[in-house]
């Protein structure tokens, strides 16, 4: 069974700091991999996705992750944090072409020093 | 323009009530997915919806668990008989077409309490 580890339970950095967000997952395929951005008292929001291809995606709010296969992992980056980018982060995966659901991670809490 | 939305957004009930919470996908959306999400955790699947077809009902974690859908319109799930272990947040989320390719939209969840 696939499944998706987010190391970091909480991380604070200040306003203006690059960030980078760890996703680790155990599947034996390529799966397709998501971030997902949960702010307070809204629903999640698809941040980017990887499906194959270029290991580097952009995602929207300046954020991008990187694919890599050997290290089974899918990081989120951001160059410059926003106060406003205060929030819960899910990684999650999907078998690639088969099955339905999304596995998430346990999430990571940023918090954002002014 | 309406995103998905989820009804009631909090609910406390007792141990050993049924409870009934709705969604209400994006119009012309044709899967339905349903997630669990304890307080500091990730989501958890429970079941997915595609069109007319059977549903996949893999992620529900007992029989006191049951989802409804009718056509490709508003979805209930049922929990009978509850306990404080369902205590979480349960997610909604519909996409246009079915598979992991295809992006979820999420609604704002209904908060269960069971005391």
């Known amino acids: 069974a696939q499944s998706v580890t987010q190391p970091d339970i909480h991380i604070t950095v200040s306003e203006g700091a690059s960030l980078e967000l760890r996703c680790n997952y155990s599947?034996?395929?390529?799966?397709?991999l998501f971030w997902y951005v949960q702010s307070p008292g809204q629903g999640l929001q698809l941040l980017l996705k990887y499906f194959s291809g270029d290991t580097l995606v952009q995602g929207i709010k300046g954020f991008e992750a990187e694919f890599k296969r050997s290290q089974s992992s899918f990081n989120l980056r951001k160059p410059s944090v926003h106060w406003s980018d205060a929030a819960e982060y899910f990684c999650a995966v999907a078998p690639g072409n088969a099955g339905n659901m999304l596995t998430f991670g346990g999430g990571t809490r940023l918090m954002v020093k002014p | 323009g309406a995103g998905v939305s989820q009804s009631p957004s909090n609910k406390v009930t007792e141990k050993g009530k049924d409870v009934e919470l709705r969604c209400d996908p994006i119009s012309g959306h044709t899967a339905l997915y349903w997630y669990r999400q304890r307080l500091g955790q990730g989501l958890e699947f429970l079941i997915y919806f595609q069109g007319n077809s059977a549903p996949d009902k893999s992620g529900l974690p007992s029989d006191r668990f049951s989802a409804e859908r009718t056509g490709e319109s508003v979805s209930t799930l049922t929990i009978q008989r509850t306990q404080q272990e369902d205590s979480a947040v349960y997610l909604c989320a519909s996409s246009l077409l079915g598979g992991p390719r295809n992006e979820q939209f999420f609604g704002p969840g209904t908060r269960l309490t069971v005391l």
């Open positions: 599947y034996g395929a390529t799966p397709y």
